[in-house]
Every structure is written in C-alpha cells, then in structure tokens.
C-alpha cells in the first residue's frame, strides 16, 4: 500500500505517531514494529476518517491484487491491538460491518527536529499497576488471537460475558488473558473469584447438615 501522503508529515493520535516517509511507528517516542502489514491497516482506516471500513475493503488496500484469507486481516488487527496495549479500542470491531479507527488525529510536520522530538519526549512518571489477583502466564496465548479479541470487544459492551464450551479447551485460561488486558482500564483491579470452590464448600456443609438431622 503506497503511503496515505507523499510529502514527509506526521501523524499522532493519543500516545502514538506515524512518521509516514519513513514507515515507522512510535508509542510515546519509542520506535515499535508492529509487524506484517499492521502498518498499512491503521493507515486505511485513519484515511476514512472515523467511517466504517469493510473487510473486503481493507483485504483490497493492504493486499492489492493477491487472494488473503479474513483471518489474515484478523491477525493484524490483533497484532496491532498488542501494539496499542491499553488503548486497544483505538481500532474498534463493527460486527459484521467491518472496523473504525476512532482515535482523535493530528497532522504535523515531519521536520528533522519535529523527528527528533518525536523520538525524545520529555520523561513522564510510569502509572502504578493496578492491583489484582490475577495468575502470571505461564506461556504465551498462541492461536487465540481471534477469540481474545471477540471477548474484549463483547466485553466492552456486556457487563457480565460468559465463556462455555467442553471442559479442557482452554476457557480459564482465555478468561484470564482477557481480564489481564482490561486490567488497565480498571484503577480498583481485575480479580479473580473460583466459584468452584465456594460450590463444593456448599455441596459439603449440607451434606454434613443432612448427616446431622434426626
């Protein structure tokens, strides 16, 4: 995909910027490589404005003249969610209709001093962890990218998800790794409750209050 301007401009929205004629990314002045094509995708949808891009739309733009499966275009949404960390809802899944981009754009220029300070922000104090109870993983979520999202985006407008599905397939786990991605949006924590537990402590007592009767 050629760039979205051929003279040398910056983009920047939130923490981020786009140095356009060098192809490169920056999360609070630090260079990030998003990977694959997770640079052209935002950059097809910045374009539209805040307007609803399609899938086909997007496949055709980023991937000019070749066959690309969606979940191709899923992996890059996802990849470029990693990227956006905390701010993941910079790009936002309109179910069946495609993708928004709904960050608030600045253009500037890309002079070498702009570039440079840029690249050399002034320090800002790290924020505090929010607290939690919440297991560190072990490993790293491979080939769920798709079903995480989907349960970040339903999450977003639920306040109670459910996950079911046959015990082994992995449900704890993806909970976990969700809960683990809202957890900046929550200063009072993300916690973790085993309802399990508390149902066999239940089943117990009135099997031992059953014992007890006459």
């Given at each position: 995909?050629?760039?979205?301007?051929?003279?040398?401009?910056?983009i920047e929205f939130g923490r981020f910027s786009v140095l356009l004629h060098r192809r490169e990314f920056l999360a609070?002045?630090?260079?990030?490589?998003?990977?694959?094509?997770?640079?052209?995708?935002?950059?097809?949808?910045?374009e539209a404005s805040g307007a609803v891009v399609s899938k086909d739309t997007l496949m055709n733009r980023v991937w000019?003249?070749?066959?690309?499966?969606?979940?191709?275009?899923?992996?890059?949404?996802?990849?470029?969610?990693?990227?956006?960390?905390?701010?993941?809802?910079?790009?936002?899944?309109?179910?069946?209709?495609?993708?928004?981009?709904?960050?608030?754009?600045?253009?500037?220029?890309?002079?070498?001093?702009?570039?440079?300070?840029?690249?050399?922000?002034?320090?800002?104090?790290?924020?505090s962890r929010p607290p939690t109870n919440l297991p560190e993983p072990v490993s790293e979520l491979i080939g769920r990218?798709?079903?995480?999202?989907?349960?970040?985006?339903?999450?977003?407008?639920?306040?109670?998800?459910?996950?079911?599905?046959?015990?082994?397939?992995?449900?704890?786990?993806?909970?976990?790794?969700?809960?683990?991605?809202?957890?900046?949006?929550?200063?009072?924590?993300?916690?973790?409750?085993?309802?399990?537990?508390?149902?066999?402590?239940?089943?117990?007592?009135?099997?031992?209050?059953?014992?007890?009767?006459?």
């Open positions: 995909m050629e760039p979205i301007a051929s003279t040398p401009i910056a609070e002045g630090r260079p990030v490589e998003p990977g694959g094509r997770a640079f052209d995708v935002p950059m097809v949808l910045i000019p003249d070749r066959v690309v499966e969606e979940n191709g275009l899923q992996a890059q949404i996802s990849s470029l969610r990693r990227v956006f960390g905390a701010d993941r809802d910079l790009i936002r899944t309109i179910a069946g209709r495609g993708y928004q981009f709904t960050g608030e754009i600045r253009i500037g220029s890309a002079t070498p001093d702009a570039r440079v300070a840029a690249a050399m922000p002034e320090p800002t104090p790290t924020p990218d798709a079903k995480l999202d989907e349960v970040l985006d339903i999450s977003a407008s639920h306040r109670l998800v459910t996950l079911t599905g046959t015990g082994g397939i992995g449900k704890t786990r993806l909970g976990f790794a969700a809960a683990r991605h809202l957890l900046p949006r929550f200063a009072d924590g993300v916690w973790a409750i085993e309802l399990a537990r508390h149902k066999a402590w239940a089943s117990r007592h009135r099997i031992a209050a059953a014992a007890r009767r006459p």
